[in-house]
C-alpha cells in the first residue's frame, strides 16, 4: 500500500512537469498556425482583395483548435454588425481564446495589427501583416528557445519533485 502512494506521488509531481513541457510545445504550435495563417490573409488581401470578414473566415477554415474559433469568432463579429472594426472584432475574439491572454506578445501582435486592418490603404495592410509576422517569427524563435532549454528541465524537476516528497514521507 505504502508503495502505491509513493508510486502515486511521483507520478503526479511527474505529470506536472511533463503538462509544461507540453505546453511549451503547444505554444510553439500555436505560434506557426498563427503564421501560416498571416500568410493566407496577406494573398487574400492582397491577390483576392477578399473582404477581411471572408478572409478570417478562410482563416477560419485553414486553422484548427483556438486559432479557428478566434477566427470563426471575428468573422462571425464582422459578419453580424457591419460597422464592427478589426480592432473590436479581435478584442471580442481574444477573449475566447484562453491561450492568448490579454498580456501574451502574440494578442498584442494582433490587437496591433487588427488595428491596422481595414484602416489603410493595401500597401499599408500588407506591411502591417508583415510586420506582424516577423514579431510573431521572432516570438516563435524564442518560444522555441524556451522550449528547447526548459522541456527536459521541467519534466525531470517534476519526477526529481515526486521523489523527494516521497522520500520525506517514508
Not at 501582435?109 to 488595428?115: F, G, R
Not at 528557445?145 to 524537476?157: A, F, G, I, P, V
Request: with cysteine; aromatic share 4%; hydrophobic share 45%.
Amino acid at each position: 500500500m505504502r508503495m502505491a502512494g509513493i508510486v502515486l506521488i511521483v507520478l503526479s509531481a511527474g505529470s506536472m512537469g511533463f503538462r509544461i513541457a507540453h505546453s511549451l510545445r503547444k505554444r510553439c504550435r500555436l505560434l506557426r498556425q498563427l503564421l501560416s495563417a498571416l500568410q493566407l490573409l496577406k494573398q487574400e488581401i492582397g491577390c483576392c482583395a477578399t473582404p477581411l470578414p471572408q478572409a478570417f473566415a478562410l482563416m477560419a477554415v485553414s486553422s484548427d483548435g483556438s486559432l479557428e474559433k478566434l477566427f470563426s469568432a471575428m468573422a462571425r463579429e464582422m459578419d453580424k454588425n457591419r460597422w464592427t472594426t478589426p480592432l473590436a472584432a479581435m478584442r471580442k475574439a481574444l477573449t475566447l481564446v484562453p491561450e492568448l491572454p490579454e498580456g501574451d506578445p502574440a494578442a498584442q501582435i494582433l490587437l496591433e495589427l487588427a488595428a491596422r486592418l481595414g484602416k489603410y490603404d493595401l500597401e499599408s495592410q500588407l506591411q502591417g501583416i508583415d510586420l506582424a509576422a516577423l514579431r510573431l517569427g521572432e516570438e516563435l524563435g524564442r518560444a522555441e528557445q524556451e522550449r528547447s532549454t526548459k522541456s527536459k528541465t521541467y519534466q525531470t524537476l517534476g519526477i526529481c519533485t515526486g521523489l523527494a516528497v516521497a522520500i520525506l514521507l517514508m
